[in-house]
């Protein structure tokens, strides 16, 4: 009876029938802009929103917003993940997602403006967009909007993302608990993300009482790809002797992992015999054969929707920033440092 009353309250104070009332917080789509913003403030005003199940989603058309590699054939598996998580999290709900590529620097302003600020899009996702043009426009145009896996310096708009400091962290502790010091990283830096990780290894290098030395710990590559990453390490093991190559390998990216793994195979080096292998992004690597840390992409997606709820229920509330730790998954290919490499090099 509670509920029917208060229905009955907004539609009297709204000028809308009860029946366009409950389809508005019933979370359907077949009722007008004009209607559902004013039925949506009035229940608010009463703090009927804050009594809805939390499960009830009422956004209407989401636009999400990604690199166009996410979209493309055998494209980002990372952010491919990213969108399935978000497509499962409205399925049970009376929502349309719409996508729209965009670039994660100097992106098409216009192009994201014709997309967002259409009368029919009510919330946006942006999905590794690092561009604060497109945030500090974003955030004029009043919708719900949440940021994934993107740098938010400026903290003007909610945000989910892995937490990449702990990432990193956690698998180079992997290694570093195991006895070996002789570990090279190999990563790209073109991803901010990426550099957060690498912040994270330095953390744990810190933490062990390890020196890091990047010209003989770090090797980082132009691009994500599996074969450059092969190329840049055959590279660096035929600029050394074999005494000095590395006791383990830590991967920045699942691509890279893969090139690096076929590297060994061509050169007869075993994992983990004749070397340990991890990677920071165990997410699409087809054969889950590495250790590493699995990246909660699916996760990532479920959760910005829900803060687009939250955003909508409590549009004053500060400004969130939800960071998602990964978890450890073992595959067998890191293996206990010797004992002759644990006495050549010795923790201080």
Not at 18 to 30: C, D, E, I, P, Y
Not at 100 to 124: M, P, T, V, W
Not at 244 to 266: F, H, K, V, Y
Request: one cysteine or more; a neutral charge.
């Amino acid at each position: 009876m509670a509920g029917k009353l208060k229905m009955d309250a907004i539609a009297a104070q709204t000028g809308y029938s009860v029946s366009t009332v409950s389809r508005v917080l019933s979370g359907k789509a077949a009722t007008s802009t004009k209607a559902r913003e004013t039925i949506v403030s009035c229940a608010r005003r009463l703090g009927v929103l804050e009594e809805l199940a939390c499960g009830r989603l009422l956004i209407n058309d989401i636009a999400v917003f990604a690199p166009a590699r996410t979209f493309s054939m055998g494209g980002d598996p990372f952010y491919h993940a990213v969108t399935r998580g978000i497509a499962g999290a409205t399925a049970a709900h009376d929502v349309h997602l719409s996508y729209c590529s965009l670039e994660e620097q100097d992106a098409d302003l216009a192009r994201f403006l014709a997309k967002a600020g259409h009368k029919n899009i009510s919330a946006l996702i942006m999905i590794g967009i690092d561009d604060p043009a497109v945030h500090r426009l974003a955030q004029t145009l009043g919708k719900p909007c949440v940021l994934i896996n993107a740098s938010n310096r400026e903290s003007r708009l909610d945000a989910v993302s892995p937490d990449h400091r702990a990432i990193g962290f956690n698998a180079a502790r992997h290694l570093l608990a195991h006895g070996h010091r002789r570990i090279l990283t190999i990563t790209t830096l073109r991803r901010e993300t990426l550099s957060v990780r690498l912040e994270g290894i330095l953390e744990a290098y810190r933490h062990f009482h390890v020196a890091f030395e990047a010209a003989t710990d770090l090797l980082v590559t132009e691009g994500f790809g599996g074969n450059e990453a092969a190329q840049r390490l055959a590279q660096w093991f035929d600029a050394r002797p074999a005494d000095q190559w590395p006791q383990a390998l830590l991967c920045g990216s699942a691509d890279m992992t893969a090139g690096i793994q076929r590297m060994l195979a061509q050169r007869g080096l075993r994992v983990p015999q004749d070397v340990s292998l991890i990677s920071t992004d165990v997410e699409g690597q087809l054969d889950g054969s590495v250790t590493g840390i699995a990246v909660p992409c699916r996760e990532l997606g479920v959760e910005a929707v829900h803060l687009l709820q939250t955003r909508l229920n409590r549009p004053q509330a500060p400004v969130f920033n939800l960071l998602l730790p990964g978890r450890l998954v073992e595959f067998g290919t890191v293996s206990q440092a010797t004992r002759h490499a644990a006495q050549a090099f010795p923790s201080p």
